[in-house]
């Protein structure tokens, strides 16, 4: 059993630690909810984003805050709730 829980914190350290890269090197990050958007929608946005080299991310907000915390930005925590999306740019801030 205690292998398991092993296990299972590495694999949620590792995710940390992967957002927290993704957060490091993006130009722009946004926290976004994605309830009532259709499926179609979802496609849509997904194929528009990647178009625009902007990666987007369904992520537990749990796993959001750690790694936003421990870069030092506590203040996205109130933000962290319900659904959440992310999307991180690499190349343009704005797009």
Same mark, same amino acid.
């Given at each position: 059993?205690?292998?398991?829980?092993?296990?299972?914190?590495?694999?949620?350290?590792?995710?940390?630690?992967?957002?927290?890269?993704?957060?490091?090197?993006?130009? +722009?990050?946004?926290?976004? +909810?994605?309830?009532?958007?259709?499926?179609?929608?979802?496609?849509?946005?997904?194929?528009?984003?990647?178009?625009?080299?902007?990666?987007?991310?369904?992520?537990?907000?749990?796993?959001?805050?750690?790694?936003?915390?421990?870069?030092?930005?506590?203040?996205?925590?109130?933000?962290?709730?319900?659904?959440? +999306?992310?999307?991180?740019?690499?190349?343009?801030?704005?797009?």
């Amino acid at each position: 059993m205690t292998a398991k829980i092993n296990k299972q914190l590495q694999k949620k350290q590792e995710l940390v630690q992967s957002i927290k890269q993704k957060i490091e090197k993006s130009k +722009s990050v946004v926290l976004a +909810s994605f309830n009532g958007l259709t499926v179609e929608e979802d496609t849509a946005l997904r194929r528009d984003l990647r178009e625009k080299n902007i990666e987007y991310k369904v992520l537990k907000n749990s796993m959001i805050k750690r790694a936003f915390n421990e870069l030092g930005y506590n203040e996205f925590d109130v933000s962290l709730a319900g659904t959440t +999306s992310v999307a991180f740019s690499y190349e343009d801030e704005v797009a």
